[in-house]
């Protein structure tokens, strides 16, 4: 049933293997160790890969790995209990060697593995539920019960309503009717019968409750057939200092308004000179981490029993031992609430959080101050593995390589409605006119209106900034529209073809924002992106999300693969975070959303201006999130 079972230590050395099959399992280890060993998301204990699923245990102390392999399709359930037995057994009979950091070698293991793998299987039949089968009709209640004793429940029941008369079978085999003795009420002194009828008082008190009755039930239908009267309209409220359109001259305070016969657009030309070069990090005014670390050890040797700190929690901890799971479940919970608060999606936090206790678990503090410290590096250190990028974006140093091979670098920006894809493509615009480039955005947004008309403008702006004159008499920045309504793939690839042959150097494709939802524009986006093989495809999302993040790229990421109908889908290669001036210290949104693709944030929105762009800066983040 188990194809793979293997010991290695976190140095990557393999202490045991046992693989029952030919199959090659390298790189679905190798896929484990890079996607979650290193980078920190071991809160799952299980990983898919190809058609295998791989299920593992950490052992902190030791710094071991036990991963166990097999079928995805087969439903294992003593896995988890063989991998907590031999994680033990091989404990217990390598103790000395892991402890004193001898090689053993040479040494009987199979024999050992085979008999908890026995024993787990055994375990697994035993708790296997057998089906419950059907009670043979004599076996059930109703072929027991008789006529006799279904007569008596009747009569029984009959004996329980008053007023009611019954049939008793005596010995004789007679039936007798017996008529239950029932108490009688007496009636009011002035509702005494006379022979059956009633005395005059009695019938004129009746007929005045009756006129009474009759004159209310009259009232309350006039009440109902009373028309309701009619709610005034709202009247249109007049302002004091209204004015008409013969005062929208003096109301217009645009300073940059376009003239009606020219394209030139005066604009602010201190922004010019500011981007050169790689994008700047983004800074975040905070204490250095070494000033905190003081304070706190300060404030643990004066006992100060009121905390502020949200790391005080750790406190409870007792050193000299081994952590433990049940010990640090409270505090992972509040520190999960800590990481909710900050934006971070709830699954995301309830991952972290579950792989922060995987890592703690088994390892030795060593005094009552330490805890606190390792906790929050521990915590700040799978937060940074998490933001830092597997691979290096360098959009400059591509732009310029594929311009040497005298074709575009194509950037597609995409993401949900309302996010800044426009506003934040003009920014990385005038970053790239900036640096020399050439640049040509290909208005593929053809669903909104005013799309075109945003990238027009924006258009005026970026060459105002950098007017031809200066660039031999070339424009920075070109505009490849087609109108609205039309097919953004094939504008995309006229433009793309159009940039080729007037060697333009990037070419920024604008596309319309759509919900995840929606399958149709999901599908024209797929479409996009398969016909035209953008060089980098970037998805826009806002800071402010929480969990919609989860499902903005969940659904992104696998629309890209379902609807592309190719073997190697061409995902989501980056991030750009926009609105990242709004949010203050709730940065959470980053950790879900680089947890969630594994990809980098290659841009930070932080304005409204060209140059209010940043790169992140993982440490930066990091000491935000945890205030």
Known sequence: MLDLFTIFSKGGIVLWCFQSTSQIFA??????????????????????????????????????????????????????????????????????????????????????????????????????????????FDESQKSKKTVASMIERKNDKDDKKPGKKKKANNCNGDYHTKIQDVPKQELPKHQVEH?????????????????????????????????????????????????????LATLERTKDKPEENDDYVAANTALVGQMKGSIRDLEVNSESEDSSDQEEMEQCK???????????????????????????????????????????????????CDSVGTKLEGKILGTFDSVANTVKATLTDALVQILSPKRRIDI??????????????????????GVGKSTNLAKICFW???????????????????????????????????????????????????????????????????????????????????????????????????????????????????????????????ALADYSQSANPHMIDGIVLTKFDTIDDKVGAAITMTYITGQPIVFVGTGQTYTDLKSLNA?????????
């Open 302 to 352: 004066q006992q100060v029993q009121k905390k502020t700190s949200m790391f005080s929690m750790f406190k409870s901890l007792v050193g000299s031992k081994s952590l433990k799971q049940a010990e640090m479940l409270p505090v992972l919970e509040k520190l999960k609430d800590h990481l909710i608060t900050k934006n971070v999606a709830a699954d995301i936090a309830q991952k972290l």
């Open 195 to 247: 022979n059956g009828e009633l005395d005059e008082e009695t019938l004129i008190a009746n007929r005045m409750k009756l006129a009474q009755k009759m004159a209310g039930q009259k009232k309350k239908a006039d009440k109902q057939k009373s028309p309701k009267p009619e709610k005034a309209g709202k009247k249109p409220r007049i302002w004091e200092l209204g004015g008409t359109t013969k005062d």
């Open 432 to 558: 790239l006119i900036e640096n020399n480039f050439r640049v040509l955005i290909a208005a593929c947004d053809t669903f909104r209106a005013g799309a075109v008309e945003q990238l027009r403008t924006h258009m005026r702006h970026l060459n105002a900034l950098h007017p031809p004159e200066k660039h031999g008499n070339q424009s920075m920045v070109q505009l490849y529209e087609k109108g609205y309504g039309k097919d953004a793939a094939g504008i995309a690839m006229e433009a793309i073809r159009f940039a080729k042959d007037s060697r333009i150097d990037v070419v920024l494709v604008d596309t319309a924002g759509r919900m995840q939802d929606n399958e149709p524009l999901m599908r024209a986006l797929a479409k996009l992106i398969k016909v035209n093989e953008p060089d980098l495809v970037l998805f826009v999302g806002e800071a402010l999300v929480g969990n919609e993040a989860v499902d903005q790229l969940v659904k992104f990421n696998q």
């Open 27 to 136: 790189p679905s280890v190798n896929a484990l160790i890079r996607s979650v060993i290193l980078q920190e998301r071991t809160g799952n204990h299980s990983f898919e890969h190809d058609s295998l699923r791989l299920q593992y245990k950490l052992d902190n102390e030791f710094e071991l790995v036990f991963v166990v392999a097999y079928q995805k399709i087969l439903q294992l359930s003593y896995v988890d209990k063989f991998l907590n037995d031999i994680h033990l057994e091989f404990r217990d009979r390598f103790k000395n060697e892991l402890e004193n950091s001898s090689w053993f070698t040479n040494f009987e293991f199979e024999r050992a593995y085979r008999m908890v793998l026995e024993r787990a299987e055994h375990w697994s039949r035993s708790q296997a539920k057998i089906p419950k089968q059907m009670r043979t």
């Open 396 to 417: 400059l140093r591509d732009a310029l390589e594929a311009k040497n091979s005298n074709r575009p670098y194509v950037m597609t920006f995409c993401g949900v409605n």
């Open 619 to 627: 440490k930066a983040v990091v000491h935000a999130l945890m205030k």
